[in-house]
Structures are given as structure tokens and as C-alpha cells.
């Protein structure tokens, strides 16, 4: 059975940092690129982030470009997003995602994503 598991949300203080897990079971998560969602109350659904595995590379929305970083560990089957200098606007429920080889250039589109997660909380409050 297909499954992603994300982990690591909770509370943090604004400028804090948080570290998500996105692990895979029934399926080699290198074989696929991931992305990483968010979903506040009342919004869409927005891309994050993606990896490639083609060829590693990495894509971030602007609002999170210099503040997050999305990497993979193959041989854990898991992909992180490191989340620094958090901001009471990074509040959300996050998701992973797979899709194909490589994110593309609509790599932010949740339609194009196969398979998700359940969602973790994070919540950036004083």
C-alpha cells in the first residue's frame, strides 16, 4: 500500500525553526519527485517546495525562498523541509506529495501530484 507520513509539525515562537519529515511505505520515494504543500484556513492549497530525482533540483515558493530547504535521504526513503526564521504567516497544515520524476515547471499545482499525506500542523505563534 502506497503511503506517505508526514511529521515534525507543532508551536514554534516566530524566527523559530521546525524540521518536516515526509516518510514512504510501499513505494521507493527516489524513483519520484516530492513537494511539499501548505494549507492555511479559508485559503487554497500552496506549493512549497519541490524536489527532482532526476537530477536533485530544487524549487521554493517566494514567500519561503532563503528561509526553507528541501532535501532527501534515499536511503531512509524520506524527504525533510527545514523551516527557518518562521513567520506567524507560515501558520498551516503541510502535506507531501509525489508525482513524477521531476517537479516541471508546474511543480506548485497540487492536480499533477499522485499520492499524499495526511498533513501535519504547524502553528508559528508568541
Known amino acids: 500500500q502506497v503511503q506517505l507520513v508526514e511529521s515534525g509539525g507543532g508551536l514554534v515562537q516566530p524566527g523559530g525553526s521546525l524540521r518536516l519529515s515526509c516518510a514512504a511505505s510501499?513505494?521507493?520515494?527516489?524513483?519520484?519527485?516530492i513537494g511539499w504543500f501548505r494549507q492555511a484556513p479559508g485559503k487554497e492549497r500552496e506549493g512549497v517546495s519541490c524536489?527532482?530525482?532526476?537530477?536533485?533540483?530544487?524549487y521554493y515558493a517566494n514567500s519561503v525562498k532563503g528561509r526553507f530547504t528541501i532535501s532527501r535521504d534515499n536511503a531512509k526513503n524520506t524527504v525533510y523541509l527545514q523551516m527557518n526564521s518562521l513567520k506567524p504567516e507560515d501558520t498551516a497544515v503541510y502535506y507531501c506529495?509525489?508525482?513524477?520524476?521531476?517537479?516541471?515547471?508546474?511543480?506548485?499545482?497540487?492536480?499533477?501530484?499522485?499520492?499524499w499525506g495526511q498533513g501535519t500542523q504547524v502553528t508559528v505563534s508568541s
Open positions: 524536489i527532482s530525482t532526476s537530477d536533485g533540483s530544487t
Open positions: 510501499g513505494f521507493t520515494l527516489d524513483y519520484y519527485a
Open positions: 506529495a509525489s508525482k513524477g520524476v521531476d517537479c516541471g515547471s508546474y511543480y506548485y499545482t497540487p492536480i499533477y501530484y499522485d499520492y
